[in-house]
């Protein structure tokens, strides 16, 4: 058992994921606070390489100046076609626009790009990523942008991270929220969250959609 400091600040860390690369180590996918400067980032995407035996290689995190990064759900992450690890999450900027984001590292554990999606009047967060048999991804999460309720969605994108098209599920004035997604047969998706049924009662939510996330 090995406990670790991946971003060496002796601050809160969590892990959401663990991933196999390409040269037989491990990415860990964890949270993390950092401080920068004068300033504590609440969150910061990070990714902690080991070796078979759990021995620390090296650290990559997805830094954006003013934003503080976040991982979703646990099992938030998944290889990417032709190695590396995508992994579906969120970020908050300083005025506290939520977007859901799609982080990218490399076969070699380095952090590569990340992608965001939403924005003020469209706000999104993301809790987990797949792959897609296209090459391209789903994100699934949450989403304020009816105005009237929290909805879950799902959006697809290309290889590239264009966005191809999105589908919100939920009831008007109805808490929902989507936590999971994986592949289901016949190139559509299984999702998995909770539904808000009043006075703090929550079900279990599983949806069945198509390729096109109807």
């Not at 759900?73 to 626009?97: F, L, Q």
């Not at 949450?142 to 290889?159: N, P, R």
Request: proline fraction near 4%; charged fraction near 15%.
């Amino acid at each position: 058992m090995r406990r670790y400091d991946a971003l060496g600040q002796d601050r809160a860390q969590g892990a959401v994921g663990i991933e196999l690369l390409a040269d037989s180590t491990w990415l860990v996918v964890l949270s993390g606070k950092l401080q920068v400067g004068g300033l504590i980032y609440s969150s910061v995407v990070t990714g902690l390489r080991i070796d078979r035996y759990g021995v620390p290689l090296d650290t990559a995190f997805a830094f954006t100046e003013g934003h503080a990064t976040y991982p979703g759900w646990v099992n938030t992450a998944c290889p990417r076609p032709g190695g590396g690890v995508v992994v579906g999450g969120g970020d908050k900027d300083s005025t506290n626009i939520d977007r859901a984001v799609l982080y990218f590292f490399a076969p070699t554990g380095a952090f590569d790009s990340l992608l965001a999606y939403g924005g003020a009047g469209d706000e999104r967060i993301g809790r987990q990523a797949r792959t897609t048999p296209d090459g391209g991804y789903v994100i699934t999460g949450e989403t304020s942008a009816s105005g009237t309720s929290v909805d879950g969605f799902l959006l697809k994108v290309d290889s590239l991270g264009n966005p191809e098209w999105v589908q919100t599920y939920g009831l008007p004035n109805r808490t929902e929220v989507l936590t999971t997604v994986d592949l289901a047969p016949g190139n559509g998706y299984y999702l998995g969250g909770q539904v808000n049924m009043g006075s703090g009662n929550y079900d279990q939510w599983l949806l069945r959609v198509d390729a096109s996330g109807g």
